[in-house]
């Protein structure tokens, strides 16, 4: 199994803040790699697909990349409605193992 | 509007069995691989099931393969999980999701619901 491991685990942040998630597979995953959002009591929410695209509708601060086994999701300029926990996936093999999370919360 | 909405969760007790449901609308349900992922209370996304558009074809990781069988119904838009010989550690969030590909190969989870809530106790 291909493992996923994401840090850092929580951090707290400012309006306005860049922020750097990591994401680190076990292998290479080449860029079988998407970025999740998830609310509590909400639909999870995709972000970023193909390790560097953004999806349709979420806002260009969100952004990604890498390529092979280190992946990094950045928000530039942190928003209050960014609070959530980020996972990232791989899609290259059976269990399409998500990274733990990182919550994110304000200061 | 396009969305998946999923449906069965419920209190059940441990060796029991349950049947999620996912009910899709808005788009062409026959034309997208689904896949149904949970997240246990304090803990992160787990994905637990892949399955083709004919049903053909699924998936599952190896600690759930014989417990959890995913099946779906193209003509009533709906995607089914059977989950059989449940624990107290199945307690989750069920979320089923549809699968996207870019360049052909690359897939993601495009579109998800809101999930539906297992609870495994006696």
């Known amino acids: 199994d291909i493992q996923m491991t994401q840090s850092p685990s929580s951090l707290s942040a400012s309006v306005g803040d860049r922020v750097t998630i990591t994401c680190r597979a076990s292998e290479n995953i080449a860029k079988f790699l998407s970025w999740y959002q998830v609310k509590s009591g909400r639909a999870p929410r995709l972000l970023i697909y193909t390790a560097s695209n953004l999806q349709r509708g979420v806002p260009s601060r969100f952004s990604g990349s890498g390529s092979g086994t280190d992946f990094t999701l950045i928000i530039s300029g942190l928003q209050p409605e960014d609070c959530g926990t980020y996972y990232c996936q791989e899609s290259y093999s059976v269990p399409y193992n998500f990274g733990q999370g990182t919550t994110l919360e304000m200061k | 509007e396009v969305q998946v909405v999923e449906s069965g969760g419920g209190l059940v007790q441990p060796g029991g069995s349950l049947r999620l449901s996912c009910e899709a609308s808005?788009?062409?349900?026959?034309?997208?691989?689904m896949h149904w992922a949970r997240q246990a209370p304090g803990k992160g996304l787990e994905w637990i099931s892949y399955i083709d558009v004919n049903g053909d074809t699924t998936y599952y990781p190896e600690s759930m393969e014989g417990r959890f069988t995913s099946s779906r119904d193209n003509a009533k838009n709906s995607l089914f999980l059977q989950m059989s010989s449940l624990r107290v550690e199945d307690t989750a969030v069920y979320y089923c999701?549809?699968?996207?590909?870019?360049?052909?190969?690359?897939?993601?989870?495009?579109?998800w619901g809101r999930g539906t809530r297992v609870t495994v106790s006696a």
């Open positions: 999701a549809r699968a996207n590909y870019f360049q052909g190969k690359y897939w993601y989870l495009d579109l």
């Open positions: 808005g788009f062409t349900f026959s034309e997208y691989e």
